[in-house]
């Protein structure tokens, strides 16, 4: 044939179908405990700013599909023993946000109404669930590493579009921001002991720590810009006098 030959020849056994490598349980917690420290400190700092700001501090898109994720992968699909309790724990979690979500999260869609906001969200939750069980089961994903792990680079893209939609730092801080960033930086090594061999994932999470990078370079340029210090602890909330979400929304 008169085409060139491929750079790239496909591998014998797909990679999706490789087994978790052996590791010591110790280096996977060591792995893991940071990981869940860091979205921890970060849900919880995230609702303290939400209280003072009247701001979500989870972006609308993160709190619906993390609500469902955690939802299938606790009640719905099977997991390893030890998974499922942990993934519960956060889908509860996950129902406090939502409540601050529904509360606040329609300011930052001021062309729909409240009602139409809460139809919505609900929608994106249930289909991100009917999402998550049918790709579980196409990859015979036991763990919910392909899809936790794809998703995460749209959910730190997330926080990007929220600072730029609001042009403030409305809800937001630099502690959330750090603290979601360490998180996100163990889950990837957590994830890369335990598929070595899945090259996909080194890519997906070079990406998110760019992307988390990035966010923190941008809140803490905003924050300047707005006057005040990035590490006030209770710093007020930014001034926006043509805050449209507040003017325009319809209640």
């Not at 978790?20 to 940071?34: K, N, T």
């Not at 509860?92 to 729909?112: A, E, H, N």
């Not at 139409?116 to 609900?122: A, G, I, K, L, S």
Request: with cysteine.
């Amino acid at each position: 044939m008169w085409f060139p030959p491929a750079l790239f020849d496909l591998p014998d056994i797909a990679p999706v179908t490789l087994p978790e490598a052996d590791r010591p349980s110790w280096l996977f917690w060591i792995l893991m405990g940071p990981c869940a420290s860091g979205w921890l400190v970060a849900y919880g700092l995230a609702i303290y700013r939400a209280k003072l700001d009247k701001r979500v501090g989870i972006p609308v898109f993160v709190v619906e599909v993390n609500l469902a994720w955690e939802f299938t992968l606790s009640l719905i699909l099977d997991q390893a023993d030890v998974q499922r309790p942990i993934n519960l724990s956060w889908f509860l979690v996950d129902c406090f946000i939502l409540r601050q979500t529904l509360r606040y999260g329609w300011k930052d869609y001021p062309s729909m109404s409240r009602r139409t906001f809460r139809w919505m969200v609900f929608g994106v939750i249930a289909w991100s669930a009917v999402f998550h069980i049918m790709t579980t089961y196409e990859l015979k994903d036991a763990t919910g590493i392909y899809t936790g792990t794809g998703l995460n680079v749209f959910l730190s893209l997330s926080f990007i579009f929220m600072l730029g939609r609001r042009g403030s730092s409305l809800g937001q801080s630099m502690y959330v921001a750090l603290a979601k960033g360490i998180g996100s930086f163990f889950a990837g090594w957590t994830v890369l002991v335990m598929y070595p061999g899945h090259h996909l994932f080194i890519f997906l999470f070079l990406t998110v720590w760019t992307i988390d990078a990035t966010y923190c370079v941008l809140l803490y340029r905003k924050v300047r810009e707005e006057g005040r210090s990035p590490w006030a602890w209770n710093r007020g909330p930014a001034e926006v006098p043509d805050d449209p979400g507040v003017l325009t929304a319809v209640r």
